[in-house]
């Protein structure tokens, strides 16, 4: 029997011990292995850390304790996030035995998301955004606002400087409470960094759809070539209704009212808006704890379980259907379709850091009953007044 060919090439050591495991402390394994944790070192890799900053101002305001997030990008191609929250806690943590500050800044899965006090619905499974973000800049400096004291704090490279520092907050301040958070990211890390204008203000349009009252303000020094359009505010009243009603605005719809449901089952916040325009086009967006899940999950398989059902029983029904037609597929029943999906969880289960796809299997029904009864009742009243 021939013996089978080993390559050489690659051999390891003999001796292979103890020594030769590496451990990484702090933050060493995110400038090691970025991609694990926002996705690419590219162009969305460098805008997805102010995502993450961003979305722990959007969770302050969906627990009801923030109303606006100003973000800007600077001229020297740092970005500022300030939002008038609590303000990040300053008082040592019991495990770390250091500042809470410097705990979220610099420790992997630290975080007022976990223990369910900090807030009830987070945008992040991970826990890890503020401090991925720190160890992917050259420099980054965090201010706390809070008892009429300002804090702060910088760190070069996921690195603190120095110890948290306060001094009383004064007139020449921010107001209020609320965190400010600066950084620059790492060049080591992005070998281009560079922000589309139109990719972020697309995103914090929608976060402003998903977050009725939230004052989103958004000021690119970076893009002065823009000027006087290289700032805008976004503020939304109607929700995901108006986010439906902007999206068709350029489309012919077929209806003018538009199907809306908000409504709880076992504490999963479901808010779905439908509109159907005279396109060919499956136009549904997807939204977990106001994170679009490009990829979909659980609860885009929920509602199109539903509205597949709920369209082809009521066709049945009404004798819409032809002899020869049984029902109508999937596909057939989301052409025209302009949707929102958008649904709130407790303990939200992401694929991947960048949380493109949600996996709560309990999430599925929830949709799936609430659409299934409002669409039905919506159907009833269109063809009713028809």
Known sequence: MAKKSVNNNHKGSEDYSAEDITVMEGLEAVRKRPGMYIGTTGLEGVQHLIHEIVDNGVDEAM??????????????????????GRGIPVDIHKKTGISAVETVMTTLHAGGKFGGKGYQVSGGLHGVGASVVNALSSWLKVEARRDKKVWNQSYIKGKPEGPLESRPQTDEDLKGTGTSVTWLPDQEIFPEIDYSYEAITTRFREMAYLNQGLNIQF?????ESLWPH?????????GVQSFVRNLNKKRSSIHENIMYANEVIDDIVVETAIQYNESFIDNTLSFANCIRTADGGTHVT???????RVINDYGKKQGFFKEEIQSLSGEDVREGLMCVVSVKVKDPQFEGQTKGRLGNPEVKGAVEQIIGRRLSEFLHLLFLYS
């Not at 627990?63 to 008038?84: H, P, Y």
């Not at 929920?302 to 597949?308: D, K, N, V, W």
Request: hydrophobic fraction near 40%; proline fraction near 0%; glycine fraction near 6%.
């Open 219 to 223: 000021i690119s020094d970076y893009h």
């Open 63 to 84: 627990a009801g304790f923030a109303s606006k997030i100003t973000v800007i990008l600077n001229k020297d191609k740092s970005v500022t996030v300030i939002d008038d």
């Open 230 to 238: 290289n700032q805008v505010a976004f503020k939304f009243e109607g």
């Open 302 to 308: 929920g509602f199109r379980s539903a509205l597949t």
